[in-house]
């Protein structure tokens, strides 16, 4: 005897009817931190990022510097990296956005020795936990809008001078002059405009990031709560 399959649709919920989700999918928690550059922002979003594994996705806003292939890379290189104009801000906040959705992305890669957008992009699921990461993050209001934990990662201004310096030299193929020049001319006035006044928008600051394991712990573990509430 075969054995009979009920194959009528379950009705729709209220709940289904007003989210449009089903009751299954979980929506995103978004966390975001900024910081000065060198202070340990990446290194803090990167160590939270694997104590989630499969269940977390980072993008950093430093992939989406503007592209502008028509300059010769001698006028690239004068541009000013660390204002808010140099970021493709419309597409880094409709990626967030997505991502929040549920939604898979396709992120820029960008070519940092070349101060250029490299031609291939990186396909970015969504995950539980969506973790964006910037200088610049909280100097944008539409940007913190749409993130559930806000995090300021606050280091002295001579130690992240020392670590840039040796990021931009032996990861990004820079020079050190023009690490030093680009951060006095750049970099330093920049930071005290767009990114220091707006760490008043951080529910936490972190001193010293992803280096401070006490804060990590206890970060990772306000996460979980968070991630826990919204299921």
């Known amino acids: 005897m075969e054995r009979e399959v009920n194959t009528e649709k379950k009705p729709v919920t209220e709940r289904e009817a007003a989210t449009g989700k089903k009751p299954m999918e979980k929506k995103p928690v978004t966390v975001?931190?900024?910081?000065?550059?060198?202070?340990?922002?990446?290194?803090?979003?990167?160590?939270?990022?694997?104590?989630?594994?499969?269940?977390?996705?980072?993008?950093?806003?430093?992939?989406?510097?503007?592209?502008?292939?028509?300059l010769s890379f001698a006028e690239r290189a004068k541009m000013n990296y660390d204002h808010p104009d140099a970021f493709d801000t419309e597409l880094f906040l409709?990626?967030?956005?997505?991502?929040?959705?549920?939604?898979?992305?396709?992120?820029?890669?960008?070519?940092?020795?070349?101060?250029?957008?490299?031609?291939?992009?990186?396909?970015?699921?969504?995950?539980?936990?969506?973790?964006?990461?910037?200088?610049?993050?909280?100097?944008?209001?539409?940007?913190?809008?749409?993130?559930?934990?806000k995090l300021f990662v606050d280091t002295d201004a001579d130690v992240r001078l020392a670590r840039r310096l040796l990021r931009d030299v032996k990861e990004r193929g820079r020079t050190l002059d023009s690490v030093v020049s680009q951060y006095l001319g750049t970099v330093k006035p920049m930071h005290e405009q767009f990114v220091e006044p707006y760490k008043r928008r951080a529910d936490i600051i972190v001193p010293e990031g992803g280096h401070n394991r006490v804060a990590l712990t206890m970060l990772i573990d306000s996460i979980r709560r968070k991630l826990a509430a919204e299921d």
């Open 94 to 149: 409709s990626h967030i956005r997505a991502l929040k959705e549920g939604k898979a992305i396709d992120m820029p890669t960008y070519d940092y020795a070349g101060y250029a957008r490299k031609p291939e992009c990186r396909r970015v699921e969504s995950r539980r936990l969506v973790i964006v990461e910037g200088i610049l993050l909280f100097e944008n209001q539409a940007l913190v809008n749409e993130l559930d934990i």
């Open 32 to 70: 975001g931190i900024c910081g000065g550059t060198g202070s340990g922002k990446t290194t803090l979003a990167e160590r939270i990022s694997e104590a989630f594994g499969n269940d977390a996705v980072l993008i950093g806003m430093d992939t989406y510097y503007k592209d502008y292939p028509e």
